[in-house]
């Protein structure tokens, strides 16, 4: 039967498909059948302009410069300059009602300062100097302030990455021992984070950070969060000699062989804050217009804790405190930077890891409130201005920043509406660093310690991880084994290890696509999946498989095999009457094929020939029909007589050949 | 408009989609419109019954015990031993003319020892002892002829594995310096290539080694190919002081720099032999029938060089000989395997690479062969074959062995039928070690090195590598990489970084997915793709989208992307008369979707209301259906007027509705 057909196909030149009549008495039936369409290759390209159009989709899906089309030079001149600093979007149009509503809520002067005491915190999770921390939320909110396209983000020092920068690098240096070795490596760190994060942004790779998925974030920011909770327990006790390792099996084998170092006075302190600051935030949480409750409770804290130490002098009575901090404004740090070769393989995988980490969460937070407001953000833009704020940072005695979420959501609630609530934040910390540097004396360890941990409690998202589990299984999966590598093994590797089975489950999902078997709906020409349409009846005669994957190396020998299970199966049960004469591959959801994929082609079109059967391809996309017409210029195989354009048309036309050529 | 057209939608319970009348005049105008029907969701399954087929159709896509079903407990034993020893397969229906034809082309002596010079070739390609080549000839093709389940797999050392294991272990061991260690370490090395081989076959992870895409292998065996040849350069020059690297520059460097220690002597015997190899090769590829010509060729050559040196005595002027070699079958070496901590390492990675090359190749030997002749081979029970060969050859003295394309091939023109050919082809090389051991004295290494050339130029595939550059540009870069990796940096990085490109190229197409915009193909309810079919033609007030990829994590940004941005193009773009009001998403090609997928397809709902604007979705399958349906009973997203089963009746269904209820 094989071959048979070729004059009854529908002509190979034709655009409109009619159908080449053959003689004699079956002309009535083929003339009942109906118009066939022509399968089209796309219009013919040039390696290079392929090429360049694919460049174009990978690295500039967004088209950035399709504002400039047509404008003149002048004109373009000036958007470039806008396009290089968003601040000159907004500045010019500010108003002064605007900036009232951005200063709206710092008319609070409690909420003014509350960054003062998380950036204290965060750098001591960095085992950093106190005062590093509100350097770091002094410079680089201004330098976002000019460059950033968000409008709601606010940045500052983040919990993650300063666990991450701390635990990376204490591995190699002791920052008790070697303060300023420490101190300089951390800059340096920051400095490379700044500069993967930049060229991430310039090498426009943005979509790297894409492969954090949404499950492996949620598993990683709560092991996270349980890690940095853990080493709070540091302060929250009184402990001295704590364990310099992170793991929940090493943490608490600490905090049990120290019981005698517990401090009775230091644990009251951490009980009634930490009720008092957690009993802040689901106030918070439960009427989103006491925002600033929870907002202000750790300031609140640090000064009654303040206060309260040097009433009673309870330095003396096994508090640790602060201690003296230096007033003044940041100081350059360019010569701290160390390119030591000893130390370079160090601070660049500290800088990736940090860098690429605190780069999803300040694009993540910027996406989430640019999609709240309905407004876009320039993700590879982002970037620039988040590497850029790290390089000066680096330079300005800071360590690595980002967006915060917290901050973000503080700012959003309060109802900022430019990106000039930075530059207020930074004024405040400003104040503090000149003026207000000595009240932070008698500040007890302990009360940063709570803050701490009432801040990224809210990173352990209870609800998304029950959203995922009902979702997805696999991704509860991925979500699992974050968060326990980051809490039995490392922070890093635990990322690693999430990262690495995200992907390996999208291969797999290449490795083996689902195929179906497609039957008819009754009384339609539509053929859908028989195991999902209920009402979808086999063909007598045909096999109508779909492939939902491209056709590549990773696959072909699994399609092969499958295929051909099918046949033999269809083959042995079939009757005589519904003998089995076409194999139908509908190519629909193929969106790319590759070498090995159309040699898994050609080989089972001639195996299904040996078995007396006609493979048929219907629908073949774009690239996939040029690939079959290429193929069919070398070897002659898959002549138009064995493509259709629907299923429906396939079946119509071979029935009615099955019927002529039956005995 | 959103949300308006509730009651005219199909009803939710009814099987047959029948249409639910609203009311008033447009009643006439709605019964016009065709049956509609409702996608549906695949039948409820547990999570468990979900995860045994998922498990089923990734570890045992072949189904290995259909056959089993329903056979009586004394017949499922024996299938069960059958499966195991393969052999117990065609044994008992051995019949004499198979065994005449199985031996037929050994009944040219010649024939019968060509194998003996290859591999005495190939463990000194491996800096191994060359008799260690002859005993890896003698009891791995026993082993395989009662294991294997491949009649034409003829199976002994290989150019590419023995050249890997050479230059990882020689990096950390001189083979001249520590000739015993080395030995340790090579039998050592086998013995883990083989339980990874075993391991990958029991576990059932066979499609491990399909990541290897033709194009990679066509560049790396290209570029081990030539990295081979040039090694060859210090036998064929007679170079005494060579270099122990590997790369093309080093190599070539040495050959430059010792040219005061070139023998004309041995340049002119070299010469003479590659031609004569070259030409029986050429005589054998032009005329199949001529294949025992090239077959023949390297025993003839030995015989021949061998006599040259004996009759001149011209081991005396600079020409190496091989020396004297101990008579005797393979002595037991488990004694040899070294599990010492320090080596470890070297050798679980030399075992693990040398396997999964070895494997990759014997196994599309094996499937080659099996295609070839319309049999099927089962992959996991080949590597289980191989594996345990290779564990019982490093007990045996023997190094890794695999199925040998060459060999085969041979095999395979000769007419072999069965396993038994492996047999024989031990039995040859028994004879050998038993007697003939003295006669290999006097053969000069040039002529081991021309044979090695003749027989590894056949790697270099150029109709392979034109026809990949002419099917697929991407697939050909992968080939370059694989190819310069190879030869410039090392065996084993070039085939990490083709490997690496392949899976970075099928991530990149899950990154940035197809997405097209589709028109009606004129008087058909046929939608295809605007760009590839120039006949179909837009529908003014919807902008109809295909997706071809999984939405996940890793694309929900782009796809976010590129969607708003086509809708505001649209918007922008469109008149009164056609303006956009319904974004058709068509999800037949999307064949899986995980969480962050389904908030993307929330939030797109979400946005296109805030732009008036409705999203309809067409044709979930299967899996992608059920997290719609989860998603909607958890808030309500997704009803079911915004689902059609086709983009025809999508648009007929909407656009009936647009003209009832504009004024």
């Given amino acids: 039967m ?18 080449v009549v053959g003689g004699g008495e079956a002309e009535a039936e083929i003339a009942a059948m109906a118009v066939l369409h022509k399968v089209a290759a796309p219009p013919a390209q040039s390696t290079a302009s392929k090429l360049k159009a694919r460049v174009k989709e990978t690295f500039f899906p967004d088209d950035p410069f399709r504002g400039f089309k047509g404008k003149p030079l002048t004109t373009k001149w000036v958007m470039a300059v806008q396009y290089l600093f968003p601040i000159l979007d907004w500045v010019p149009s ?13 008319g ?3 909420v003014m300062y509350r960054y003062t005491p998380t950036g204290i915190s965060y750098a001591k999770l960095a085992s950093l100097p106190p005062i590093i921390g509100l350097y770091s939320s002094f410079v680089p909110p201004m330098v976002y302030a000019v460059l950033g396209s968000s409008r709601d983000l606010a940045v500052g020092p983040v919990s993650i990455a300063s666990l991450i920068m701390g635990s990376m690098l204490r591995q190699a240096v002791s920052p008790a021992a070697e303060p300023l070795l420490f101190l300089q490596l951390a800059f340096t760190s920051t400095f490379f984070a700044g500069l993967v994060q930049a060229s991430l942004g310039i090498l426009r790779l943005g ?12 598993g990683f920011m ?14 929250l006790l009184g402990i001295v000699h704590f364990t310099t390792e992170m793991g929940l099996v090493p943490v608490m084998a600490s905090v049990i062989h120290h019981t005698k170092e517990w401090s009775w006075q230091t644990i009251l302190m951490a009980v009634c804050f930490l009720v008092l600051l957690l009993t802040a935030r689901h106030v918070s949480m439960k009427w989103p217009k006491l925002f600033w409750v929870s907002a202000c409770a750790p300031l609140a804290c640090v000064i009654v804790s303040t206060l309260l130490v040097f009433l009673f002098k309870a330095q003396k009575h096994g508090i640790s405190i602060i201690g003296q901090l230096k007033c003044g404004l940041n100081r350059p740090s360019w010569d701290k930077l160390l390119f030591d070769p000893q130390y370079l393989g160090l601070t660049v995988k500290t800088g990736l890891v940090t860098g690429i980490i605190s780069l999803t969460e300040g694009v993540a937070v910027g996406r989430t409130f640019a999609s709240l407001k309905d407004y876009q953000v320039d993700g590879n833009k982002e970037m620039m201005a988040i590497g850029l704020m790290n390089i000066v940072g680096s330079c300005t005695s800071c360590y690595v920043t980002t967006g915060a979420f917290s901050r973000s959501a503080v700012n959003h609630n309060a109802g900022c509406k430019t990106a000039m609530s930075n530059v207020i934040m930074a004024l405040t910390v400003m104040v503090t660093l000149l003026f207000l540097m000595p ?30 589990w009902k979702m997805d299984k696999m991704d509860f999966l991925v979500c699992l084994c974050a968060f326990a590598g980051v809490i039995f093994i490392s922070v890093q590797q635990g990322l690693a290890i999430a990262v690495g089975i995200s992907i390996f489950r999208v291969l797999l999902q290449i490795t083996r696509p689902k195929m179906m078997i497609q039957g008819n709906i009754k009384g339609t020409d539509i053929y859908r999946n028989l195991h999902q349409y209920k009402d979808a009846q086999r063909v007598p005669g045909f096999l109508i498989l779909t492939v939902e994957a491209p056709i590549n190396f990773a696959n072909t020998n699994y399609l092969n095999e499958r295929i051909k299970r099918w046949i033999e199966e269809e083959s042995s049960a079939g009757t005589k009457q519904s003998e089995l004469h076409f194999v139908i591959l509908d190519l629909s959801a193929v969106p790319a094929i590759d070498t090995s994929g159309i040699s ?10 040996k078995h007396g059967l006609e493979l048929i391809l219907v629908n073949p996309t774009g690239e996939v029909m040029e690939k079959i017409q290429r193929a069919n210029d070398a070897h002659g195989h898959f002549k138009s007589d064995s493509l259709y354009l629907t299923t429906g048309e396939a079946v119509a036309s071979l029935s009615t050949f099955s019927k002529m050529t039956a005995p």
Avoid: C, W
């Avoid at 094989?2 to 159908?19: F, H, K, L, T």
């Avoid at 050609?602 to 299904?608: H, M």
């Fill in 600 to 609: 898994f082609l050609i080989d089972l079109k001639k195996s299904t020939e």
């Fill in 94 to 106: 500010y108003s002064f009602s605007l900036f009232k509503s951005d200063l709206d809520h710092f």
């Fill in 108 to 110: 609070n002067i409690l």
């Fill in 222 to 235: 709560a092991g996270a969060a349980i890690i940095v909770s853990l080493q709070q327990l540091k302060a």
């Fill in 439 to 468: 009240l932070f004396v008698y500040t007890p360890n302990v009360v940063l310690g709570a803050i701490i941990i009432a801040a990224v409690i809210g990173l352990i998202d209870l609800p998304a991880v029950y959203n995922i």
């Fill in 207 to 218: 979509f790297i950070i894409d492969f954090l998925s949404k499950a492996t974030l949620v």
């Fill in 2 to 19: 094989v071959g048979m057909r070729g004059a009854y196909g529908y002509n190979d030149n034709g655009n409109e498909g009619g159908v």
